[in-house]
């Protein structure tokens, strides 16, 4: 065989491999962040649906409890440097090695296991495509590392200790991502919206921080059980209370909950300020999704009051159908998108 037509065959083995990677394996880790990503215009979709499947991964290895938090730590720091070009090709096959085995999702294994395959396409990317997912990542990644050292192995539960910590991880891991949606549409698009791009960067932050707070509460209940409280030590002392009292005094801890949730439906209606400033009907379409994801999961929580921490909380795959499909009809009308909002903020 010449070396033209190895070349060639490489070339399209990476091209399914990409293929598969923004196909069946986005959907499968992603359950409604894929939809918003099918909808978008297509020079968005890439660069989007890879930094996404970027910080998935991150989170993957964070997430492995086979291993200790050192050992996550550490390889964690290997992908940080391999999404930034700053280390070689076989650490990564090292990684992919060890840790794809151990993920019982198998969808999550088959990310693991197509990590060479993600960075060979960030590698194809446009430029400044690139430039911006190694930012984004690079504060994604800061904020995971920053959390497996913050938690780290010893009995008891451990809190952050103050209202700050809470909202800059909230912003490493999500508010950025926010920022990075903006950026990327104000570069691609004419006119991609009715106001300032520093306006929508401001709603875009607000917006990806309200959306992590809204994981926080929803996971509390586990989090505590796994020895993490993300609601602040500060707060706790006022109310003479201490992370491990919260699973035991529910009602007790209800203020500071719904001090919390509060500020996440604060986000949340930051993300439909910037949805309706969208001109693009697609893209105001997919910024809007997760709003409404949002809205009906903080009803969720509201309802479920002091049980919420013993119960876990997931809005149906059917009532996610069901808010596409106005969506669609609708082209994404502002007037519809604010209608369903307040309809499920309910």
Request: charged content about 30%.
């Amino acid at each position: 065989m010449s070396d033209a037509s190895r070349s060639l065959g490489r070339s399209i083995k990476s091209a399914l491999s990409i293929h598969r990677l923004r196909g069946s394996i986005l959907r499968a880790v992603s359950r409604s962040f894929y939809l918003s990503v099918r909808i978008l215009p297509r020079r968005l979709r890439d660069p989007v649906a890879l930094a996404y499947l970027l910080a998935r991964a991150s989170d993957t290895i964070t997430d492995t409890p086979e291993v200790s938090r050192e050992t996550r730590a550490d390889k964690l720091r290997t992908l940080a440097r391999a999404i930034q070009d700053q280390t070689t090709g076989h650490e990564i096959v090292v990684l992919r090695s060890s840790f794809a085995p151990l993920q019982k999702d198998k969808s999550e294994r088959a990310l693991i296991e197509s990590l060479p395959v993600c960075l060979d396409w960030l590698d194809q990317l446009d430029a400044a495509d690139r430039a911006e997912i190694r930012s984004v990542l690079e504060k994604i990644n800061r904020g995971q590392l920053r959390d497996l050292e913050r938690f780290h192995d010893r009995k008891g539960i451990i809190a952050l200790e103050t209202s700050a910590d809470l909202d800059e991880y909230t912003y490493l891991v999500a508010g950025c991502v926010g920022e990075f949606w903006t950026r990327l549409c104000f570069r691609h698009l004419r006119k991609f919206a009715a106001r300032s791009e520093n306006e929508i960067l401001e709603f875009g932050k607000r917006y990806g921080m309200g959306l992590q707070l809204i994981n926080i509460l929803r996971d509390a209940g586990a989090d505590l059980r796994a020895g993490r409280c993300y609601f602040p030590n500060e707060e706790l002392a006022a109310l003479r209370m201490d992370a491990s009292q919260i699973l035991r005094e529910p009602e007790r801890f209800q203020p500071i909950y719904r001090k919390w949730l509060k500020k996440a439906e604060h986000g949340v209606e930051a993300g439909m300020q910037y949805s309706r400033a969208i001109h693009n009907r697609r893209i105001r379409a997919a910024t809007a999704m997760p709003a409404l994801i949002g809205a009906r999961t903080l009803a969720l929580l509201r309802e479920a009051g002091a049980t919420v921490l013993h119960r876990k909380i997931k809005v149906p795959r059917r009532e996610v159908r069901a808010m596409i499909a106005p969506l669609v009809f609708t082209f994404a009308a502002r007037s519809q998108i604010s209608a369903m909002f307040r309809r499920l903020s309910r």
